[in-house]
């Protein structure tokens, strides 16, 4: 007997990804997460917004039309993206000095600066700067791909600095910030390895004929499968994890609860002792 399974990899890994950024999003606004993370809750918003705007416009309007939606959407998301390493990076760092910040945002800048000349080729200047809607669309389209390089390594970059350094400077293994930086950089080193291994596959594959053609796609498709189930596991680690209270919010809640309690008891005692002597 043979089950006739409608949906294919692609369509399931769709339908999951998509829950499982509604889930995250009513797990960082009903757990209050927002107020601390409102650049990340951002964009998972936008990412989200991105997932459902491909399958309902697909096919559905013209391909130029298309094209400007979803470039535009990208350039937006990349720089959404930026803030959010940025947001990462001062939750991590808040008890940095100023000479540690400048030395780790310049270190990281080299790095990223490094990558993003050597990695992928550059299109032609007269591609790029050229009049007209097509030559504006590439350009969009080039400033979104390399600003997501870019972001990449930066976010890899930090996940490595907050893993070694996070506890010194007030971010410890449990915190937010620590395991949302995390999923970052997990799903950053996945996008990087699979732009790395496709294009070594594809400076060097020859294929001789239209079976080892079709075979090369399908590795393709297995590959972008493998990065979107990565990306799909760290969407369930951060639902997982901001779900759970972080231990030193609650420790700077309670620090505080406990403040308030002191200083109406002195305020209780102060009233007290104001009111035997008057009564004396």
């Avoid at 939606?69 to 008890?95: H, N, Q, W, Y």
């Avoid at 790029?128 to 976010?155: E, I, S, Y």
Wanted: glycine residues 8%.
């Amino acid at each position: 007997m043979h089950w006739n399974f409608p949906f294919t990899a692609v369509q399931i890994l769709w339908i999951l990804t998509f829950a499982a950024h509604l889930v995250l999003l009513v797990v960082l606004l009903g757990r209050e997460r927002t107020k601390r993370f409102p650049w990340f809750t951002a964009s998972i918003a936008l990412a989200a917004l991105r997932l459902v705007s491909s399958r309902l416009l697909y096919g559905r309007i013209p391909q130029i039309t298309m094209g400007e939606i979803f470039i535009t959407m990208a350039d937006i998301s990349a720089v959404i993206d930026v803030l959010v390493v940025v947001e990462m990076a001062r939750r991590g760092f808040k008890g940095a000095q100023k000479k540690w910040w400048i030395t780790f945002t310049a270190s990281l800048l080299i790095v990223g600066g490094g990558v993003l000349f050597f990695w992928g080729p550059w299109p032609q200047w007269k591609a790029v700067t050229a009049n007209g809607l097509l030559a504006h669309l590439t350009l969009m389209q080039v400033m979104a791909q390399k600003m997501t390089l870019l972001t990449d390594v930066l976010t890899i970059g930090l996940g490595v600095l907050v893993l070694l350094l996070g506890r010194r400077f007030g971010s410890s293994w449990h915190s937010h910030v620590q395991r949302i930086v995390i999923g970052l950089m997990t799903a950053a080193i996945s996008q990087l390895a699979l732009q790395g291994i496709r294009g070594w596959i594809a400076k060097n594959a020859m294929p001789h004929s239209q079976a080892e053609y079709e075979r090369l796609i399908g590795l393709f498709d297995k590959l972008m499968n493998a990065n979107n189930a990565v990306y799909l596991l760290v969407l369930v680690w951060w639902i997982v994890c901001l779900w759970i209270e972080d231990p030193g919010e609650k420790a700077t809640a309670q620090a505080a609860l406990d403040s308030n309690i002191a200083s109406t008891k002195g305020s209780d005692l102060q009233g007290s002792s104001a009111g035997e002597q008057a009564h004396s």
